[in-house]
């Protein structure tokens, strides 16, 4: 590999949606439905031809727990015949003072492409600048830009395109709203947010969606952002590394999706989640775990693909 000082101005990264086009977007969803349909229809694992991460490493930086990104990230990988290396920034020097640059370097001389779960988005920016490699935000304190698009394939295969469509947000304007708002913006698809006062998103990523002329909206009511709305999508009151105190809780509690808060939405209207899911505080039980939830059917696994698809797209194959 290349001297990561010496790194080529066109490595190709993912650590925002915000930095990349409607049709690059568009390009990486439609790829992963085909791949979606293909493995469902067919129930197989990729053919040698498509297997073309064999021979190439890939490893997973966590500064932060992970249950659905290590088990998809390690199963796309290997599904492509590609070695997953999984590297606990707890165990690695990073813990000792390290810098993220240095570790950049050294993970981009050895590995082909390198997933980044870090606590401070202005570290994975500093990672990506030391790096060889295509880096993907995996989640930062300012967005977590993998996961909207998973909700939105997931959405496209029981609903259709999502562009015209209106998706609610009930609940905190956290790093993954950020990243919805970025979607909203580029897929053409509104977004009505609700959030107590004190919560909402980041005026930043507002002020550029408004530039762009996206339909987004706030609103203190979450009865006003989900009536009439194609998908409710919920996330848990707390981010990681935020305590959710019973001040907070009962903040957020008239933002809670139940049975009736959902009914105001459209009649085929569908439930997302991101997971992991607190039920009795974002959502209830009868939500998450009824006809109208996407959570369980698609949701959990259409993540691997759209990794490949990204995969793809990053390493330029």
Same mark, same amino acid.
């Given at each position: ?7 080529p ?5 993912l650590?925002?949606?915000?930095d ?5 977007l568009?390009g990486?969803?439609?790829?992963a439905?085909v ?5 469902q229809?067919?129930g197989?694992r990729?053919?040698d ?11 997973l930086l ?11 990230f390690?199963?796309?990988t290997?599904d ?6 999984v ?5 690695t ?11 950049a370097?050294?993970l981009s ?9 870090a606590?401070?988005h202005?570290?994975?920016l500093?990672?990506a600048r030391h ?6 935000n995996?989640?930062?304190d300012h ?5 909207p698009?998973?909700d939105?394939?997931?959405?496209e295969?029981?609903r ?5 469509r209106?998706?609610?947000w ?8 950020n990243?919805?708002?970025?979607? +909203?913006?580029?897929? !053409?698809?509104?977004l009505r947010?609700?959030t107590p006062e #004190?919560h %909402?998103?980041d005026?930043?990523? &507002?002020a550029w969606?408004a530039e ?11 009865a006003?952002?989900v009536?009439g709305?194609?998908?409710?999508v919920?996330d848990?009151?707390?981010s990681?590394g935020?305590e959710l105190t ?21 009649p085929?209207?569908v439930?997302l989640?991101s997971l992991p ?6 959502v209830? +039980?009868?939500?998450? !775990? ?5 959570v369980?059917?698609? #949701?959990i %696994?259409?993540?691997?693909?759209? &990794? ?5 797209w990053?390493?330029?194959l």
């Amino acid at each position: 590999m290349s001297d990561p000082t010496q790194r080529p101005q066109s490595t190709r990264h993912l650590l925002d949606l915000a930095d990349h086009s409607p049709a690059t977007l568009r390009g990486w969803l439609d790829e992963a439905l085909v791949i979606a349909a293909d493995r469902q229809r067919h129930g197989r694992r990729p053919q040698d031809s498509e297997r073309f991460l064999t021979g190439r490493y890939v490893s997973l930086l966590l500064e932060k727990p992970a249950t659905r990104t290590r088990l998809h990230f390690e199963i796309a990988t290997h599904d492509l015949g590609g070695r997953a290396i999984v590297l606990p920034a707890a165990d690695t020097q990073l813990s000792r003072g390290e810098t993220v640059g240095d570790t950049a370097r050294v993970l981009s001389k050895n590995t082909d492409l390198i997933l980044y779960r870090a606590r401070r988005h202005q570290d994975l920016l500093e990672f990506a600048r030391h790096s060889a490699v295509p880096v993907i935000n995996g989640c930062s304190d300012h967005s977590h830009p993998f996961r909207p698009l998973v909700d939105i394939m997931t959405f496209e295969q029981q609903r259709g395109p999502i562009a015209g469509r209106t998706v609610a947000w009930p609940g905190d304007g956290n790093n993954m709203l950020n990243s919805f708002i970025h979607a +909203a913006a580029l897929l !053409d698809f509104e977004l009505r947010i609700a959030t107590p006062e #004190g919560h %909402e998103p980041d005026p930043g990523v &507002l002020a550029w969606a408004a530039e762009r002329g996206a339909r987004v909206s706030l609103h203190r009511d979450p009865a006003e952002a989900v009536v009439g709305a194609h998908a409710v999508v919920g996330d848990t009151f707390a981010s990681m590394g935020v305590e959710l105190t019973p001040e907070r809780l009962a903040a957020f509690r008239p933002y809670q999706v139940d049975a009736a808060l959902l009914a105001k939405a459209a009649p085929d209207a569908v439930y997302l989640h991101s997971l992991p899911a607190y039920r009795g505080q974002e959502v209830t +039980a009868e939500v998450i !775990d009824g006809p109208q939830s996407l959570v369980w059917d698609g #949701g959990i %696994e259409n993540k691997k693909f759209l &990794l490949q698809a990204i995969f793809r797209w990053l390493l330029e194959l």
